[in-house]
């Protein structure tokens, strides 16, 4: 995000003359200089889409699993998104085994 920053210099010297030796500001002994700074937006964390997996059997009543991750604006792993990471659904239209 946007912020700034800020920078102090003091002048040390032997005499008690103006620090115009150290730079030329005259009459100072400490010179403060604030700038802006522009890092870039922050970084969010959202969920990808579901990557839906086979369902764990091939008749009557299994399991699917529906997997994602949450990654920040720029594809980085991020641990804050609400909601499960992993959802576990019922394969329910499936043909029935044969033999039963």
Known sequence: GNGTYSRSRNCISNTTDTC????????LSTEFQ?????????PYCTWTNFTILPCSASCN?????RTRQCLTNDNQPCGTCDG??????SCTELPACPGL
């Open 20 to 27: 115009d030796t150290c730079w030329e500001t005259s009459y």
């Open 34 to 42: 604030t700038m802006d700074c522009i890092r870039g937006p922050c």
């Open 61 to 65: 009543t299994g399991f699917q699993l």
């Open 84 to 89: 499960s990471d992993v959802i576990s659904e």
